[in-house]
């Protein structure tokens, strides 16, 4: 499994559920473990651009569940977060390494039931991609 995207994870679901700083929450983490330079450059990627994507990427999200998000453990949303936003807004990463290592990460950090569930959202989301395509001036209406 993937040392730092279980970091990313971690942090981002600190912020969530105990209101931590991002910036603060990411600096204690990249001071404690050992990462090289390249993957202190891509834990600061996955938690600074999930974070600003936020409202974005819960969009995303909803559109491939059946449940509001709120019914969603907070565990699983995290996860969820980073891999959506590797798949649509990181070039470099294959979608098949983000799902592969956000399903590995789950069973870790959420556990086996919730793996399967973060399985089948992250692979709706690849083979659907325009599923979750924001509405277009045409499509106002569907915003309100």
């Not at 995207?5 to 105990?18: C, D, E, F, G, P």
């Not at 969009?59 to 699983?76: A, F």
């Not at 290592?101 to 083979?127: D, Q, T, W, Y």
Request: aromatic share 10%; charged share 30%.
């Amino acid at each position: 499994m993937d040392e730092i995207r279980l970091a990313a994870t971690k942090i981002l679901y600190s912020v969530v559920t105990n209101g931590a700083w991002a910036n603060v929450e990411l600096a204690q983490v990249l001071r404690q473990e050992k990462f090289d330079d390249r993957d202190r450059r891509f834990c600061t990627e996955l938690v600074y651009g999930t974070t600003k994507a936020g409202a974005s990427l819960d969009w995303k999200i909803s559109k491939y569940i059946n449940r509001p998000l709120s019914k969603v453990d907070d565990k699983v949303l995290a996860v969820l977060r980073v891999a959506m936003y590797q798949i649509f807004f990181l070039d470099r990463v294959p979608n098949s390494a983000a799902v592969n290592e956000s399903v590995e990460l789950s069973k870790k950090f959420c556990g086996i039931g919730e793996s399967k569930f973060v399985n089948g959202v992250l692979r709706s989301a690849i083979r659907a991609p325009h599923k979750s395509d924001f509405p277009t001036d045409d499509d106002v209406e569907s915003l309100a």
